[in-house]
DNA sequence: TTGTATGCGTTATCAG
DNA sequence: CTGATAACGCATACAA
């Protein structure tokens, strides 16, 4: 009953070809074999091809967990990423792999969708599992994670973070990001300002961006108004809901920022509900965290975030300690400002195409 | 110079402390202490806690590869996924991951940026990793892709995918979504539809899509005007230019099939800035890949589509297949139509408040 | 260039 | 309940 090959084969019969059905086949050492595959030029022509022919023959793929044994090494690096489904990280994420896959590293990714809970756990699991070096996200975790990091002498990193005494941080100027949307509200003419940004208590990287606005905002006198400032998770719906407390409280504004493109897409939405003329009564600018603000109805100045850039810089950072060099010199992570007129090439309806007379 | 403890610590001094440390350390044998570690309930509850102790005190971490070796399982299992960022992967991605980790199972991710390219050799290097099983996107791969994990004996289930000789897959009815955008336009009268979707040679799902349209349109004696069809990538922009190009054509149009959100933003802003009264004079209907299709302005009609649902239902596959057990039987995954209207609640500017008098 | 033998850190088998 | 000891599959120093 259960010796039939394509029965539901759990774990008994998992013995697949080793190196040594390999050799055998082949007539020569596992020693001959295991260099034929990794040391292609420490071998002869003619036994290479021997080795090589018996292991196409048998569909031989090494045993990573014994090769990681042998050579206490992984070849791969982890990444523990909260609440990942929907959000920026994605890109940033790609980035990283695409990064440490050019040097054969492979990337072993946790997305828990609790926070906190157990990135304890998470880290010892991806421990256990051999990573090579870690990639974290933001700069606050509990002491016991970088003592286990630093206990197991495992490079680490972390990304979206600003500065830290525990160790190296890849992040862009969130305040100067904040000063440029600030900046272009001011020049504008705009003076009563509202905010509706993600929940600070528990994401080092809104607070950074709140506290960024208040001190652009205090260099020109300025301040948010307090009644018009709302933090909420980062949603669509939530912006939605957000920009209608606003409107329901009926304060006077000039101006809205958004701590994110997702609540800016929902509170333009709720604005247009409400046939409130945007940018005509009140501008509204955003962060733009997911690449998709620029493209957002009423368009809206926006700031893009250095975030693809970040995965890049994490994993060349990481690939460099994983080489024993010194840390390659990174210059500032590039932050653009985005004017609401950038959508995209016009279109006229009545002419036909656009670029013909 | 390079003994120093804090030291870029490339490969060579990487020995952290084994069982054998703990087990001298406690005055067991190794053999005590591992079991005290996987099987608690075998062990005495004095000798149990010497180990614990000794683990804590030396920060003792399993070293997996050698676990992984030893028992001839990983507790992960490998997901391949192409051009993750910015798309609704990371939702299905995150459920699959979510419902792998309820069973203790890890998910080791690969998302490479250019699809095909080496579909194999990623999933080679993940067998290499050890992974216990595999989930793939689409059933649409090269036949070495099957051959490899059949000839590996590895659990796999393909995700977002219909039926396949190859293996089990789990999908939604993408033809049955089609008809419900088609059956709603088809109500609201129109009659002459056009269609900006996802590139077909090469994404299975956006050809499902397509010819689930042709076939809704077929049954109610209507077709896709040729002149109103266009396939591009998955994006704002490219949604944008797609409309544009409708535009520019001057074809004579009731309603617009989006093939997900991401162009149904681009198209609409398009709409918007062409001027166009959307629903007034044009319809736009979608299909909703990333849920947020029913927070755009104007709202349109969309289909939810269960993406979140595939992840869970391919995790419940292979912990099935992992633990030896049948598969579990699995009814349809629900597609909902959510109509223009329901963007959220209403918001009256001139009232304040929503809920009271 | 190739074969041999040892080690990698755990789990599992089998006595005690 | 606990201690030896043999796998696990591969890489590598050493010998030939």
Redesign the pocket.
Known sequence: MSSSPNRFSGLPAK?ST???DVASLAG?????V??A??RPD???E???ERVLAAVERLGYV??GA??A????RTMSVGAVVPRFGGSSFPTMIQALEATLAEQGYTLLLAAPEHRQSNELAILRTMLERGVDAVALLSSDHPRDVFAMLGNSRTPFVMMWAQESVEGACIGFDEPAAAALLVDHLAELGHRRIGFIGGLTADNERARRRFQGLLRALARRGLELLEEATIETDYGFQQGFDAMGMLLGRRVKLDAVVCGNDYLAAGALSALDRAGVDVPGSLSVASFNDNDFAPFLHPPLTTVRLPIREIGEQAGRYLLARLHDRPPVPMGPLPIELIRRSSTGPKVDINRGRTSAA
């Open positions: 013995r080793s190196l040594a020569v050492s596992t020693g001959t295991s260099r595959l990794t420490m071998i002869s003619a036994t290479r090494a045993n014994a090769r044994l042998a050579m206490r």
